[in-house]
């Protein structure tokens, strides 16, 4: 592996020693700094995943609603008096916070 240099600030160096003395199998700051790295990575991964997936979801639903008003003829409701708007927009709220604590 090629050795390469970084400076790194008081913070990050004591964040790094506390890696080095909780975790048994890691016995330097460099193996720190790439156990870090790799564990967010993936945290990192998945919420982009987790978040790509439920935006798709979303254009599913938005389409599917907007054909929906396309064959019944009707008007989108005003969203600041529906209640309709209000109960999907506290699922939808619901659903964004399963998603994102399921991630963690």
Do not use: C, G
Request: charged share 35%; no cysteine.
């Amino acid at each position: 592996m090629k050795k390469k240099s970084m400076y790194i600030s008081e913070a990050v160096e004591e964040i790094l020693n506390d890696v080095v003395k909780q975790e048994p199998h890691i016995e330097n700051r460099s193996q720190a700094l790439r156990f870090l790295v790799l564990r967010n990575y993936e945290e990192y991964s998945n919420q982009k995943k987790k978040l790509t997936a439920m935006s798709k979801e979303m254009s599913v639903i938005l389409e599917l609603v907007s054909s929906l008003t396309e064959s019944l003829h009707t008007e989108i409701i005003d969203k600041d008096e529906s209640e309709t708007y209000s109960d999907a927009l506290d699922n939808v709220n619901k659903r964004i916070k399963r998603n994102l604590s399921r991630s963690r």
